[in-house]
Structure formats: structure tokens, C-alpha cells
């Protein structure tokens, strides 16, 4: 299994590693908008309908955090309040122990 993510200069690296595969593929789906994958149309958050809306797209971070939860021993994405943008905080306990924690601004 692979895919791609960029590094801190924007140049596209090849993901290999297992557990780093699934953080990689969840951070790509916290920032897609609903839709806007042609091949996985479930993945994403409602950014557009939310703003239009004004309602904090909580179902489907809820939905996102129930997908990938079964690939890691302790997955926890929660909003962050008072940031322009959608912003997240992952923590992500991998099944070998590794922690990782990070916060995301879409």
C-alpha cells in the first residue's frame, strides 16, 4: 500500500509505511471538500455547504473519525475554535504504540 504526501518544501514523497499511510490518507481527507474525490465521493468535509449554512460540519468529522479509527489503537480529531480556517486536532495512537498528535489547518 502507498501513497503520496507532500514534505515541508512541497516536494511530493511516496508514503509507504503502513500506520504513516493511513495518518497521510486522513490528513488528505480532512482537507478535501465533500465530493471532490471522483473515486471515494463519501470522503470529505462539507466546507461549502458549512459556510453557507454556518453550521460546524461535526457529522462528518464524526463520520471521518469512525473510518479511520479501526487502522490505529486511539484516533481523536477535534476542532479548534477560533481560527479563520478549519482547523483540527489530530491525535493518533498507532497500533505499535507510536503517538503522534498534530494540529491541521485546512
Do not use: C
Not at 30 to 55: C, D
Amino acid at each position: 500500500m502507498r501513497t503520496y504526501g507532500r514534505d515541508s518544501t512541497g516536494k511530493w514523497q511516496v508514503i509507504t509505511e503502513t500506520n504513516y499511510v493511513q495518518l497521510a490518507t486522513l490528513v488528505q481527507v480532512l482537507r478535501l471538500q465533500q465530493g471532490e474525490s471522483p473515486f471515494f465521493g463519501n470522503y470529505g468535509l462539507p466546507a461549502v455547504q458549512s459556510v453557507q449554512h454556518q453550521v460546524a460540519p461535526q457529522a462528518a468529522l464524526s463520520r471521518t473519525q469512525a473510518q479511520f479509527s479501526k487502522y490505529f489503537a486511539s484516533l481523536t480529531i477535534t476542532r479548534l475554535t477560533g481560527y479563520t480556517n478549519p482547523t483540527y486536532d489530530v491525535k493518533a495512537v498507532f497500533l505499535n504504540g507510536t503517538v503522534i498528535q498534530s494540529t491541521l489547518a485546512t
